[in-house]
């Protein structure tokens, strides 16, 4: 194209009614207008939360045992760092695979029959659940019998992941084009094998996000995990055995002492550690996601 031959959105843009640009072009402010309005919370939260967190930030904030006692200075948040990547990463080897599958049957084989429905009504319940009840939930089944455990924790988080990794799943397994699996099943694939090689690479970037969504949910849960973890000031990688914390558990248990510096930042370094950690995940899904994306667009997958 030249420079003097204008582009075909140039060209349809000129061809429509005076009438018909202006209301496109306050469709457009409204949007913008939207979007604005959204980034002004989201923006003003993140500044006020890396503000106040590198107060308390540093090496020796993420390395160090905790103080035994929160309203003491020093000490740092590594039992909460660990604690939240082994509950939460025990979680979701919990909730995803079971989640993924049961999408799978959902949109490959269950339709709109009888037990399809069940599973999806049941997801759409489980999801309307509070947290602090499914840690009530977990507690009663679990804590009272085994005790104060990571594992507690894990269950807890696992059944809120659940119907969000089966949700997102499903939705994304359906937006995968009818003609990709007749074109497999056309070649002599079985279903299964049509599935794990056509079907499931072509949903893995909006699979990936849902699961990175999960996840990031779980992250943030306090309400369950305090009534199945316990409280603890050291590192704990075993989730089947002895009390355990995370970093969610010590901003609820340090701002509740809001009136002691010591306390305020820690609470404030843990939310900005919490945030450094989902904002990590997050882009490491999106790479992912995106490398799933060219391999398919290449057909490598």
Same mark, same amino acid.
């Given at each position: *194209?030249?420079?003097?031959?204008?582009?075909?959105?140039?060209?349809?843009?000129?061809?429509?009614?005076?009438?018909?640009?202006?209301?496109?072009?306050?469709?457009?402010?409204?949007?913008?207008?939207?979007?604005?309005?959204?980034?002004?919370?989201?923006?003003?939260?993140?500044?006020?939360?890396?503000?106040?967190? *590198?107060?308390?930030?540093?090496?020796?904030?993420? =390395?160090?045992?905790?103080?035994?006692?929160?309203?003491? &200075?020093?000490?740092?948040?590594?039992?909460?760092?660990?604690?939240?990547?082994?509950?939460?990463?025990?979680?979701?080897?919990?909730?995803?695979?079971?989640?993924?599958?049961?999408?799978?049957?959902?949109?490959?084989?269950?339709?709109?029959?009888?037990?399809?429905?069940?599973?999806?009504?049941?997801?759409?319940?489980?999801?309307?659940?509070?947290?602090?009840?499914? /840690?009530?939930?977990?507690? =009663?089944?679990?804590?009272?019998?085994? /005790?104060?455990? /990571?594992?507690?924790?894990?269950?807890?988080?696992?059944?809120?992941?659940?119907?969000?990794?089966?949700?997102?799943?499903?939705?994304?397994?359906?937006?995968?084009?009818?003609?990709?699996?007749?074109?497999?099943?056309?070649?002599?694939?079985?279903?299964?094998?049509?599935?794990?090689?056509?079907?499931?690479?072509?949903?893995?970037?909006?699979?990936?996000? /849902?699961?990175?969504?999960?996840?990031?949910?779980?992250?943030?849960?306090?309400? &369950?995990?305090?009534?199945?973890?316990?409280?603890?000031? =050291?590192?704990?990688?075993?989730?089947?055995?002895?009390?355990?914390?995370?970093?969610?558990?010590?901003?609820?248990?340090?701002?509740?002492?809001?009136?002691?510096?010591?306390?305020?930042?820690?609470?404030?370094?843990?939310?900005?550690?919490?945030?450094?950690?989902?904002?990590?995940?997050?882009?490491?899904?999106?790479?992912?996601?995106?490398?799933?994306?060219?391999?398919?667009?290449?057909?490598?997958?």
């Amino acid at each position: *194209m030249t420079a003097t031959q204008p582009s075909s959105a140039v060209t349809l843009q000129r061809s429509l009614s005076p009438g018909r640009r202006a209301r496109n072009a306050l469709a457009t402010a409204w949007m913008v207008g939207a979007l604005a309005m959204a980034l002004v919370p989201l923006a003003f939260l993140v500044g006020y939360v890396v503000r106040a967190g *590198m107060k308390a930030f540093s090496w020796s904030f993420i =390395t160090n045992d905790l103080p035994v006692v929160t309203t003491l &200075p020093g000490g740092g948040i590594a039992p909460a760092i660990v604690g939240t990547l082994v509950i939460t990463g025990f979680a979701a080897l919990l909730a995803v695979p079971l989640g993924v599958l049961a999408a799978i049957y959902l949109n490959e084989y269950g339709g709109k029959g009888r037990i399809a429905s069940l599973v999806r009504f049941l997801s759409e319940v489980m999801s309307g659940v509070p947290s602090v009840v499914m /840690g009530l939930f977990i507690f =009663t089944l679990y804590t009272l019998r085994e /005790g104060l455990q /990571g594992l507690g924790g894990s269950l807890a988080l696992a059944c809120l992941m659940l119907p969000i990794v089966i949700r997102s799943t499903e939705e994304m397994l359906r937006l995968v084009p009818v003609e990709l699996r007749q074109g497999s099943l056309a070649l002599g694939c079985p279903q299964w094998r049509t599935i794990v090689t056509v079907v499931l690479p072509a949903g893995a970037p909006g699979i990936v996000s /849902g699961v990175m969504l999960a996840i990031a949910r779980a992250a943030g849960e306090t309400a &369950p995990l305090l009534f199945t973890i316990g409280l603890t000031s =050291t590192t704990n990688v075993n989730v089947f055995k002895g009390t355990n914390t995370t970093l969610s558990a010590q901003i609820f248990a340090n701002a509740q002492n809001m009136v002691f510096p010591a306390a305020r930042d820690r609470a404030w370094g843990a939310a900005l550690t919490l945030v450094v950690i989902v904002l990590v995940f997050s882009l490491a899904a999106r790479f992912v996601s995106g490398r799933f994306a060219t391999r398919t667009q290449h057909g490598t997958v």
